[in-house]
């Protein structure tokens, strides 16, 4: 079965503690992976689309790097309005199920 | 440019009963997703509409169906709700031919008792 995993699932970071986040996926026909923000309570908010090996998205703080099988979110200088929950989701071709989605990681910046 | 609206916002529900929640589509996307979203889970695909037809069905019983309507809007029925049915569920719609590119809306927390 197609599997998203995402690690850790939480993470504390101190302001200005730069760090990574990981996806790792065993998803086949992947056409795309996809990083998601969101705050409690609400609906996911896109952040990046990335779509083959070695590709890689930066936007303020945050940068993703896509391999054959992971993605990674790096987070640079974090400030306490980064905490939130970060998906991920791979996208791939077939059928209408096509986006799955890891559990997230719960990050808390503390100033 | 509209994004994807979700209403209501909040609901509660007696188990047995029945719920439908509603969802505005952005502004040229043609197919739209409902996801269901335990708490600390990441969402789960539930079913997706395109041209006012189910387009594909994740692992949810029969009592979870969904409309498309003409607009693109749609709605998720639930019958005989359960108190594992208590969840985030949300909306998101989409271009069909694009790689991705869906759009959440902010979801219909749903709270069985």
């Known amino acids: 079965e197609d599997q998203v995993t995402q690690s850790p699932e939480a993470l504390r970071l101190q302001e200005g503690e730069s760090s990574s986040l990981n996806c790792s996926y065993t998803v086949s026909g992947l056409r795309g992976l996809f990083w998601y923000r969101q705050d409690p309570g609400k609906g996911p908010e896109f952040l990046f689309t990335?779509?083959?090996a070695g590709e890689e998205k930066e936007k303020e703080r945050l940068k993703a790097t896509l391999t054959k099988k992971e993605s990674f979110l790096h987070i640079t200088a974090p400030k306490p309005e980064d905490s939130a929950t970060y998906l991920c989701?791979?996208?791939?071709?077939?059928?209408?199920?096509?986006?799955?989605f890891g559990t997230g990681t719960r990050l808390t910046v503390i100033p | 440019e509209t994004g994807v609206t979700q209403s209501p916002t909040h609901l509660i529900k007696t188990r047995g009963q029945q719920v439908t929640l509603r969802c505005s589509s952005q502004?040229?996307?043609?197919?739209v997703s409902w996801y269901q979203q335990a708490l600390g889970q990441g969402p789960q695909f539930i079913f997706q509409y395109y041209r006012e037809e189910e387009n594909g069905r994740g692992n949810f019983p029969p009592r979870f169906s969904g409309l498309q309507f003409p607009n693109y809007s749609s709605e998720l029925n639930v019958n005989a709700l359960e108190l594992d049915d208590s969840a985030l569920y949300l909306c998101?719609?989409?271009?069909?031919?694009?790689?991705?590119?869906?759009?959440f809306g902010s979801g219909t927390r749903l709270t069985v008792v």
């Open positions: 998101a719609s989409s271009l069909t031919g694009t790689r991705g590119g869906y759009t």
């Open positions: 990335l779509y083959s």
């Open positions: 502004s040229g996307h043609n197919t």
């Open positions: 989701a791979a996208f791939y071709q077939t059928g209408a199920n096509n986006l799955f």
